[in-house]
């Protein structure tokens, strides 16, 4: 198994409040003890609004976890070539946009996943409700490499988040608590029907805010959507779009 979708929160680096919202710790540790049994032999970690542009926490946590994992990042406006090319050279293989958490410039955002992507082959990562996908369209139509994070959050813009993925766009099965669609079944088998490569697992965890965490059953509601495809979907779909091997190795 390869967790598309987790955060780390060690006490040893800073995290920011963000709308009044400080999380508990969620060590490597923590991580391990919960997903003991699982089988994962990779997996992303992801930069959350509380842990802001700082890369200290991230680069230990893949130092840590070792090559067979990536990060996703925030970056500072200001972030220079060397930066990113730093940053990837630390495991670092998307940009990340949380538009749910943070006002955003468009056009620098625009302008900062075009150059990730330019400088280090990283794609941009949003966090967004799909009801804003078709006002961001003027975005995506110019970034070569986009995923959507947790389902998109609503049934509201899903024609639109499928449009996306016929496109090309993926799609993270994560954080089905953070959702306020109440099938989430069949919006994954709409999803897998438009593109079997799009749909990403990952655990979500820990959590932080979210109305209800992961559960070990949240895996039987990808296995009944996708069937054959579920190590795909459990794995290979997401080490292919961050240009990991399929087997445990190297990122």
């Known amino acids: 198994m390869f967790d598309a979708h987790v955060h780390i929160i060690d006490p040893r680096f800073p995290v920011f409040e963000n709308h009044g919202y400080l999380p508990d710790p969620f060590t490597i540790a923590d991580y391990r003890a919960r997903t003991e049994g699982f089988g994962v032999d990779g997996g992303a970690v992801v930069t959350a609004s509380y842990q802001g ?18 990060g996703v990042t925030h970056l500072e406006p200001d972030a220079t070539d060397d930066d990113i090319l730093r940053l990837d050279s630390a495991g670092v293989r998307a940009v990340r946009f949380n538009l749910r958490r943070s006002a955003t410039d468009l056009k620098l955002l625009t ?21 804003l ?14 995923s959507i994070d947790h389902l998109g959050m609503s049934t509201r813009g899903l024609p639109y988040l499928l449009d996306l993925v016929d496109r090309g766009a993926r799609v993270k099965a994560t954080g ?11 919006v994954l088998r709409k999803i897998h029907a438009v593109n079997p490569r799009a749909l990403m697992f990952g655990t979500d965890l820990p959590g932080s805010r979210s109305r209800r965490v992961f559960q070990d059953s949240d895996i039987d509601i990808v296995a009944e959507a996708v069937g054959d495809d579920f190590d795909a979907v459990m794995g290979d779909n997401a080490r292919e779009w961050y240009r ?8």
């Open 244 to 251: 990991c091997s399929s087997e445990q190795g190297p990122c």
């Open 111 to 131: 302008k900062q996943a075009l150059r990730a992507y330019e400088l280090a082959g990283w794609h941009a990562e949003f966090y967004v409700d799909a009801t």
């Open 53 to 70: 542009t700082d890369q200290s926490y991230l680069i230990a946590a893949l130092e840590e976890l070792g090559p067979s994992w990536v």
């Open 176 to 186: 089905f608590g953070r959702t306020t669609i109440d099938d989430v079944c069949e």
């Open 133 to 146: 996908l078709l006002s961001l369209e003027p975005v995506f139509a110019k970034l070569p490499a986009v």
